[in-house]
């Protein structure tokens, strides 16, 4: 039976983010960023690398630049999915606009963020998406422990 307390007293180090993002010294200030915020961080510089890297863990959320050198962010959203259906990814970029942006919603973007990143801006985004994935998860407990 799942414990309702350890679901409900999920930490930051519970929740795994991975950043994608073509430029080794902006991934770099990400994850420091989260990491100081106590979130586990791993990093991916391609499309290939980020599908190796979600293929071996769970990933919970994912920071996606919509421009990947040559692989294209948007695109990769719906492989990562196929992956991990609850993964939740957040597109960023400085090119985007907003045909972008509906684009990446249609292929099952969470949110959509503007570099250069307000650092509060993504810590908020970054908490609302772990307290949704929290309140699935609980609901999904409920749903086990009323099935037995």
């Known amino acids: 039976m799942l414990d309702e ?17 073509d430029d080794p010294d902006f991934a770099a200030s990400l994850k420091l960023i989260l990491e100081g915020e106590n979130y586990t961080t791993s990093l991916a510089y391609s499309e290939k690398e980020a ?13 996606i630049d919509i421009r ?19 993964i939740l990814c957040v597109m960023i970029t400085g090119f985007g606009t907003m045909e972008t942006a509906i684009q990446a919603f ?16 993504l810590i908020v985004l970054i908490n609302s998406g772990f307290e949704q994935i929290r309140l699935i998860r609980e609901r999904k407990a ?7």
Request: net charge positive.
């Open 5 to 21: 307390k350890k679901i409900s007293n999920n930490t930051q180090l519970d929740y795994r983010i991975l950043v994608i993002d």
């Open 51 to 63: 599908l190796e890297a979600i293929g071996k863990n769970t990933v919970d959320l994912a920071l």
């Open 68 to 86: 990947l050198g040559q692989d294209n962010g948007i695109d990769l959203l719906p492989k990562l999915k196929k992956i991990q259906p609850d």
């Open 106 to 121: 249609k292929y099952g973007a969470y949110d959509y963020l503007r570099k250069p990143v307000n650092t509060e801006e």
């Open 142 to 148: 409920r749903a086990v422990r009323a099935m037995r």
